[in-house]
């Protein structure tokens, strides 16, 4: 079973700034299939992107996602008041399907 | 729109049963593969089982290898999880998810409902 370790656990930042949020695997993810998911508190989550890199229609271009191997990062250029949620990374290279444990954004 | 709506979770004491429901619609339900993931109170989420479009491959976690079962009825437009011998470690909020196919067995998760509470406690 392929473990995701995301990083920090929580985010402290303000409205307007940049966020960085890391996920690294524990043996290399095939194909770079790697997704990201948005979660605000009571609500399901959503897809933010798939494939490492790439946006869903309808989500906004300022999340981006990059990575391979075992390292990829979400970045949020611009913090919105709607950011402010907790995201996860779930990987789909293997059969044994697996989430990180997920980054709070918080409001600094 | 994609429309995904659970229905069938509860209290249930230890050892029991329980069969969740997921009606789909806004898309073609048959060709496409479907998921459940749960997510303990206050926790992260967990894949439990897929299942391909055709009904024919099912996937699932080994925390509930054995114990539960993923089905769909494609006439009914409609997901299922038959859960047995249920522990208080299942006790979650139950998400059914509509799929992406990267390849045989690897899906992402494109749509989800908004859940079922299933409590597993004496």
């Known amino acids: 079973e392929i473990v995701l370790t995301q990083s920090p656990g929580t985010l402290s930042l303000s409205p307007g700034e940049r966020a960085t949020l890391s996920c690294r695997a524990s043996?290399?993810?095939?194909?770079?299939?790697l997704a990201w998911y948005q979660q605000t508190p009571g609500q399901a989550p959503r897809l933010l992107i798939y494939g490492a890199s790439s946006r869903p229609t309808g989500i906004p271009d300022r999340f981006s996602g990059s990575g391979s191997g075992t390292d990829f990062t979400l970045t949020i250029s611009r913090l919105e008041p709607e950011d402010f949620a907790v995201y996860y990374c779930?990987?789909?290279?293997?059969?044994?399907?697996?989430f990180g444990g997920g980054t709070k954004v918080e409001i600094k | 729109d994609v429309q995904l709506l659970e229905s069938g979770g509860g209290l249930v004491q230890p050892g029991g049963s329980l069969r969740l429901s997921c009606a789909a619609s806004?898309?073609?339900?048959?060709?496409?593969?479907m998921s459940w993931v749960r997510q303990a109170p206050g926790k992260g989420l967990e894949w439990v089982s897929s299942?391909?479009?055709?009904?024919?491959?099912?996937y699932s976690a080994d925390s509930v290898k054995g114990r539960f079962t993923i089905s769909r009825d494609s006439s009914k437009n409609t997901l299922y999880l038959q859960m047995n011998s249920l522990r208080a470690e299942d006790t979650a909020v139950y998400y059914c998810?509509?799929?992406?196919?990267?390849?045989?067995?690897?899906?992402?998760?494109?749509?989800w409902g908004q859940g079922t509470l299933v409590t597993v406690s004496a």
């Open positions: 043996q290399s993810v095939s194909s770079s299939y």
């Open positions: 299942i391909s479009g055709s009904g024919g491959s099912t």
């Open positions: 779930q990987q789909y290279g293997s059969s044994a399907l697996t």
């Open positions: 806004g898309f073609t339900f048959s060709v496409n593969a």
């Open positions: 998810a509509k799929d992406t196919r990267a390849a045989a067995g690897k899906y992402y998760f494109d749509s």
